[in-house]
């Protein structure tokens, strides 16, 4: 009957955003609703989504700081140039997360060259990340840092476990990368990285910390804040007692929901907002932001 199909859908406007958000009420399914969410932003031109791009790594620098995600020098998030996707914009050496303004950002070569900017390189950065885009051609970002739940975790040398829904976000989609053979300054180590990433969101690096990848800047940054409060969560529940896992296919569904490119997009959302507000200057850019010199 016609009746069995029918579907009512509820809609709703996010405040922030001029993006419709709605979610369908099937009658097939009582009880059951699909989320709609709004879509990462286009651009008709190189310029806008280059400044779009720089202006969300330089976001998630700044959520990362506030979060205490940082650790000293080390740690890197990069992302490609939209107009030369084998270029990647990535911060310079020695330069806090949370001072980070998107004048500061250097462009990268496959070689490792310093093609836009004039600050250094940090050499992990470049033999990690290089290795990371040049085989993941969807991944359009990658963070890597040296968190403080992720390290810990990563000394365990185990995948994390379907514990939670938030963990379910990583279920079948993440690797562990054994062993740790030190500071990372050999490219045949950051090939070895990218080949143990393979299809996957995220990487435990054992004994070092962690590594998620995406395909907008938004996404990368919020699988990583995911990923190290998991390994958090997982820790705990491992001190109290001992965790029960939700089942496989429970597990699956929830990840190909909670884990979805588009809910990773849609995730970050809330922490650019807060910080955006927090600290405006990272919404500033002139007409040089969007341009290329070289």
């Known amino acids: 009957m016609d009746g069995e199909n029918k579907t009512e859908t509820i809609q709703y406007y996010d405040g922030s955003s001029k993006d419709k958000l709605s979610f369908t009420k099937d009658a097939k399914n009582p009880g059951r609703f699909v989320f709609t969410m709004p879509k990462p932003p286009t651009f008709d031109d190189f310029e806008s989504e280059r400044v779009h791009r720089k202006q969300r790594l330089v976001a998630a620098f700044r959520v990362f700081a506030k979060l205490g995600l940082d650790e000293g020098v080390a740690g890197h998030l990069t992302c490609r140039d939209p107009e030369h996707p084998h270029l990647f914009w ?97 490219e045949v180590e950051g090939a070895r990285m990218a080949d143990t990433l393979r299809g996957y969101k995220a990487l435990v690096l054992q004994n070092h910390g962690l590594l998620t990848v995406g395909k907008t800047v938004d996404e990368a940054a919020f699988w990583f ?13 491992m001190a109290a007692g001992t965790p029960q896992c939700i089942s496989d296919q429970v597990a699956a569904d929830a990840r190909d929901t909670v884990g979805s490119t588009l809910a990773g997009w849609f995730s970050f959302q809330p922490y650019f907002q807060q910080i955006t507000k927090e600290q405006p200057d990272i919404l500033e850019v002139d007409d040089q932001d969007g341009k290329l010199t070289f």
């Open 225 to 237: 804040i995911a990923l190290d409060r998991c390994c958090k969560a997982q820790m705990l529940a």
């Open 90 to 186: 990535v911060n310079p050496f020695g330069r806090s997360f949370a001072c980070i303004g998107i004048k500061d950002l250097i462009l990268v070569d496959a070689e490792g060259a310093v093609v836009h900017g004039n600050s250094p390189l940090n050499a992990a950065a470049f033999v990690i990340h290089s290795k990371i885009h040049a085989a993941r051609p969807d991944a359009v970002a990658a963070c890597h840092s040296h968190s403080m739940y992720g390290k810990a975790f990563s000394s365990l040398g185990v995948p994390l476990q379907p514990i939670t829904q938030d963990a379910c976000i990583f279920y079948n989609d993440h690797a562990v990368f054994p062993g740790f053979n030190g500071v990372v300054a050999d």
